[in-house]
T-cell receptor
Framework: DAKTTQPNSMESNEEEPVHLPCNHS???????IHWYRQLPSQGPEYVIH???SNVNNRMASLAIAEDRKSSTLILHRATLRDAAVYYC????????????FGTGTRLTIIP | NAGVTQTPKFQVLKTGQSMTLQCAQD?????MSWYRQDPGMGLRLIHY???????DQGEVPNGYNVSRSTTEDFPLRLLSAAPSQTSVYFC??????????????FGNGTRLTVT
């Protein structure tokens, strides 16, 4: 099953862009790349997902490498409310029985 | 729009007791799933369902049972609680049965302690 690898932690200054990397070198053609974030004592919150092309929404942008073996979540202007654990996971339409979230990247925003 | 609702928020059990964690969604989602999150760790999939009447095992199914008699509800049953089942449990749903091309919507969790 395809797994993802993320740095354990990152720091960024408030109001600056943040680039959160994710490696998924064993991704298959049917895997969608999803990003979620989790605030303390809350359930994970959907951020963005994509298959092959870069994606933008009101929360963030997702940049997907041409070979799809890595992706980057981009927060364009970090705020203190963006401090959370960010998870990159792979989801398929054909069964996700081995789905795990890993430990994610803990993002700290410096005022 | 309530989304995914989990009850109770907190529960303390003694070893050997049984209980059911409730999960309900009002979005007519086909895919529903249960996860556990242990301290300092990510979420691990316990069981999932791609529609009413269909359930399957995830990565860590032992000690847990599920059923899906309606689209809306996906309860998780602990038949005989053990201290190793102390964890925070999250339920999630997704519009599409395959869950690949639609977001997962999570509840706010049930914090379970087994003594």
């Amino acid at each position: 099953d395809a797994k993802t690898t993320q740095p354990n932690s990152m720091e960024s200054n408030e109001e600056e862009p943040v680039h959160l990397p994710c490696n998924h070198s064993t991704i298959s053609g049917t895997d969608y790349i999803h990003w979620y974030r989790q605030l303390p004592s809350q359930g994970p919150e959907y951020v963005i997902h994509g298959l092959t092309s870069n994606v933008n929404n009101r929360m963030a942008s997702l940049a997907i490498a041409e070979d799809r073996k890595s992706s980057t979540l981009i927060l364009h202007r970090a705020t203190l409310r963006d401090a959370a654990v960010y998870y990159c996971i792979l989801l398929t339409n054909f069964g996700n029985e081995k789905l795990t979230f890993g430990t994610g990247t803990r993002l700290t925003i410096i005022p | 729009n309530a989304g995914v609702t989990q009850t109770p928020k907190f529960q303390v059990l003694k070893t050997g007791q049984s209980m059911t964690l409730q999960c309900a969604q009002d979005m007519n989602h086909e895919y529903m799933s249960w996860y556990r999150q242990d301290p300092g760790m990510g979420l691990r999939l316990i069981h999932y369902s791609v529609g009413a009447g269909i359930t399957d095992q995830g990565e860590v199914p032992n000690g847990y049972n599920v059923s899906r008699s309606t689209t809306e509800d996906f309860p998780l049953r602990l038949l005989s609680a053990a201290p190793s089942q102390t964890s925070v449990y999250f339920c999630a749903s997704s519009r599409n049965r395959g869950a690949g091309n639609s977001p997962l919507h999570f509840g706010n969790g049930t914090r379970l302690t087994v003594t």
